[in-house]
């Protein structure tokens, strides 16, 4: 157990719909990652926020967005959902901005 | 660009070594990464090595960096048919104009162990 949770665990909806996944990095850890895992991309960093500021942003599209609260959970907002949105995300948190990152067990998101 | 390769599949027998190679095409990266992914699970921090070292041994695994040729393998010794799992390899780059260290994972290399 890498202390970082995710929920929920599994999410289906339809095309068109919009999400909401959520993540609660290790106690201590101050940087939120997000990843999304799919078969024909393989693992592709998407945002960082650190300390609840957007940090890094990687190959995030413009329908999705996320944010870093102040108790330092965060969410990653997913809308318009398109069949290939189907994939894993992950959330991933580490002390700082250059640490090693420790991943959540992930959430699948089934669009339909 | 930031490219990260690993074979996609191996195959050993359990008791043999299993030695999972990657390639990495960043002479900058800072640290190299192992992960491992379960079936249905998330991704498991295995080990890391800094670029300034060759070499890293922690228990049954064995991490090997050849910087001149961009070259970190994985050895796991005596494998186990719990070591039955997908392996990423992934390097940690500083993120252009972020001031922030991103990681480039490869595709991950299939680990099969035959009893």
């Known amino acids: 157990d890498s202390g970082v949770t995710q929920t929920p665990k599994h999410l289906i909806t339809a095309t068109g719909q919009r999400v909401t996944l959520r993540c609660s990095p290790r106690s201590g850890d101050l940087s939120v990652y997000w990843y999304q895992q799919s078969l024909d991309q393989g693992l592709q960093f998407l945002i960082q926020?650190?300390?609840?500021?957007?940090?890094a942003k990687g190959n995030i599209l413009e329908r999705f967005s996320a944010q870093q609260f102040p108790d330092l959970h965060s969410e990653l907002n997913l809308s318009s959902l398109e069949l290939g949105d189907s994939a894993l995300y992950f959330c991933a948190s580490s002390v700082a901005w250059g640490d090693t990152q420790y991943f959540g067990p992930g959430t699948r998101l089934t669009v339909l | 660009g930031e490219d990260v390769e690993q074979s996609l599949f191996l195959s050993v027998r359990e008791g043999d070594s299993s030695v999972i190679n990657c390639t990495y095409t960043?002479?900058?990266?800072?640290?190299l990464y192992w992960y491992k992914q379960e079936p249905g699970a998330g991704l498991q921090l295995l080990t890391y090595?800094?670029?300034?070292?060759d070499m890293k041994q922690d228990q049954r695994l064995t991490v090997l960096l050849n910087k001149k040729d961009k070259h970190l393998s994985l050895r796991i010794a005596d494998t186990q048919t719990g070591d039955s799992a997908i392996y990423f390899c992934?390097?940690?780059?500083?993120?252009?104009?972020?001031?922030?260290?991103?990681?480039?994972f490869g595709k991950g290399t299939k680990l099969s162990v035959i009893p």
């Open positions: 090595i800094f670029s300034n070292m």
């Open positions: 926020y650190y300390n609840g500021e957007e940090r």
């Open positions: 960043d002479s900058s990266s800072t640290y």
């Open positions: 992934a390097e940690s780059l500083l993120y252009s104009g972020a001031g922030s260290y991103q990681l480039t």
